[in-house]
């Protein structure tokens, strides 16, 4: 059994059939085509799937496909301008943030909402943002540089 | 041995040169195993047994065959070739062979249409079960000897005595490696018989041996590749489904993608060893150590996998950085009905570490020492006898110079924050903060470079000249730690080239470079890039007489004589080179010999705030000083160091999968915790650089040192708080509070 929806993906307007009990996350990697979003958990713990949806960072595991009729959605393959890197994808970079890089699209997306809401977080206030993305390999001191230099410069 | 000046290059070593893989890491275009795909390729899904003991009474596949959709449904029947799997011993089957040993022991396997519709066919195979009591304690699985391995150590003398003598009795639970990438596979049946495996992996070699052995295949008709892999941390060391993707794509004449969901994962591969550990430590009254004895088991759980490696690991390292004339260490690693356990970062190490910096700090109040003073006074250091194995210490051991540097690190102001958020248990903190109590504590950490006790252990690279530049062919593992990175830093410094690309190679491409473990690929793979550099730079300029290479060619006293077009003029240009460590021995019967090619040592201090009363903790910040020969990559050493502080953190005061009866009972990350952004302590990092003497440019192996002494500093920290013994981890609020 499956439902026509239709959804607006980094400013694309795609029609799709998906499944009753298929979430998010599976229309995206396995029907749309944009494998950038990860599936590490599918239960809203690790923060590898966070889409932006209509205007808040979700994890995309957890919303049903279906119920994202009409919704507006970026994922990390939406960040940036083009062949141009986002100021937080320069800065993660530079600092050394990624390492396996499979929280990296998860990291990314959070990041650039929360700039978006904030755009000179304290250190407190970014790590409780970002508290919702779980990353095995750098133990966060390098994401916490990224963020630090971004928005200490005044950008 | 060529002397010449090295080259100034753009991203040579010693820069923090970044990844070349980053850029498509942060688009999301770097595509990780589990993002395979090709139209028209089938799911895989694994059927698992729901007991950790069980006899098989009957396997009907009929009802998922009937399903639409299925396309194959094997079992341990349609295993054509060796009916066994294991790195080291060949003790488990390819699926179910009538007696699951193990809880999430795999059964059989699907092949379907879509993911859905695989997992529904393996739920509708019926197996019916005869429940068997498990054997799921260690100590009981030592006594009637189901054990993989028994490590006995014997050096000096039995009898010794020292006038001041701590005992302690110590354990460790399971830790998961959680890596964030799920285990996953990719085959695509060459129509020949054959086919192509894009695998997660820590060593494509290891992996292939076992798979054409279980397909009854030729080498070369299977290929192996690596695939892009999202953190492995040992997880990947051994088989997960790598066979049994492949027999589906055999079976079925099409591409099969398999992926594991979270819990599958944490049941699908194998984790850190739980341990029991028994000790007792003697010395004189000055503080210097006469005697170490002490009795450790790991519990292996249902099969070998890298068991044996692993208790040797554990006994060697069993009395630290230290000097010490007498020592007794008899060890074991058993067979239960456990989940199977295997590598993690730090490989036995760390449970041995826990436990015998624990000690350390018992003798130090006992004699009446400061922690990092003791541990000074019997430092081991270059030239030293081993204490465990007797073996001369060879190149560098700067544990002195570690322990002094972490000790420089100004310690942090002593009033713990007022920001709610800082707190033991964050906002949620109903304990007033006059209450909190802050301690300190220290741990210094020991660890075997590469493999040990004679292990044929070699890794391959080509480095090839191009038009469009270097390559450098490999078929070593990069997991996210830097390798990609560090291979291209050595071949520009040796050649003073800067186009350097590194191209993976799969299994019949290009010879074995090992695993990507034991803290080697640095010194292994970049070791024998370094070489083929070499190799390939006195090649060409001997060739073209000239005296320099750069981008563009050769140059003899600054002047182009031989284009790079020129040089391939008949086609690139290679060198292949097999490079070894400094041959080790097999321990004799009394665990004595040069077992170990090479050692790093690194201390920590943690600093942490408790809350007495609810039992919660908050590492404020856990300051490291780590030896690394030489460093080659400064931002991908704190990035490792950081990285492996936090998996050290974890298994101090939160990580554990619980395990009843054989089953686990927390196989998701709502119920295993995994450090946060808000749990990360600060760190500050020393890098000690005294070169060792093999490995590129002095280079050693860094990554696990991070994960061994980063566990007992925090756990020292919070007795140092709370005066409790906690001589198990993790350390649960209930052994804070003490009810």
Known sequence: ?155 | MTTRTLPRVRGGIGTSVGRPDGEPKVTGNFAFASDLSSPGMLWGATLRSPHAHATLTELDIGPALAMVGVHAVLTQDDVVGSPMFGQVEQDQPVLCDGTARYWGEPVAVVAADDEETARRAAAAIVAVWEPLDPLDDPERAAEIGSTFREMRIRRGDETAEGSVVVEGFYETATQDQAPLGPEAGFAIPDGEGGLDLYITSQWVHVDHRQIIACLDLEPDQVRCHPAGIGGAFGSREDISLHIHVAMLALATGRSVKMVYDRSESFVGHVKRHPSRMWYRHEADEDGNLVKVTARLILDGGAYAHTSPAVIANAAFFSVGPYRCDNVVIDAVVVRTNNPPAGAMRGFGVVQACFASESQMDSLAEAIGLAPLELRRRNALAPGDPFATSGQVIQGSLPTVAVIDALESIPIPDPIPSDDPRLAPGGTGLTTPRSAVVRGVGYAVGLKNLAFSEGFDDFAEARVVMTPAGIEIHTAAIEVGQGLVTVCQQIARTVLGVDRVAVVWKDTSQIGSAGSTSASRQTQMTGGAVHDAAVGLRDQILSLHGGDELRDDGVYKQGELVATVNEICSDGPVECHVRFRHPKTYPPDADGQGEIHAGFVVAAHRAVVDVDPELGLVRVVRVDTAQDVGRALNPQAIVGQLEGGIMQGMGFAVMEELVIDGGVIRNPTFTDYLIPTFLDAPDVEVRIIEEGDHWGPFGAKGIAESPTISSTPAIVAAIRAATGRSLTRVPVLPTDIVGV
Do not use: W
């Open chain 1, 1 to 155: 059994m499956t439902v026509p929806i239709v959804i607006t993906v980094n400013g694309e307007r795609r029609s799709v059939d998906v499944a009753g009990s298929e979430s998010l996350l599976h229309t995206l990697r396995n029907d749309l085509g944009l494998p950038g979003t990860k599936d590490a958990c599918e239960q809203g713990e690790c923060g590898s799937c966070t889409v932006i949806f209509d205007g808040a960072a979700v994890c995309s595991c957890l919303v049903m496909a279906a119920d994202a009729d009409g919704a507006t959605v970026t994922t990390v393959e939406g960040i940036g301008e083009g062949a141009q890197l986002h100021p937080l994808q320069e800065v993660m970079l530079a600092e050394g943030a990624v390492q396996c890089g499979f929280c990296t699209p998860g990291f990314i997306v959070t990041g650039v909402h929360l700039l978006e809401t904030n755009s000179h977080p304290t250190e407190p206030e970014i790590r409780e943002a970002l508290s919702g993305n779980i990353c095995r390999c750098t133990g966060y001191g390098a994401i916490l540089r990224a963020f630090t230099a971004l928005t200490s410069e005044g950008a």
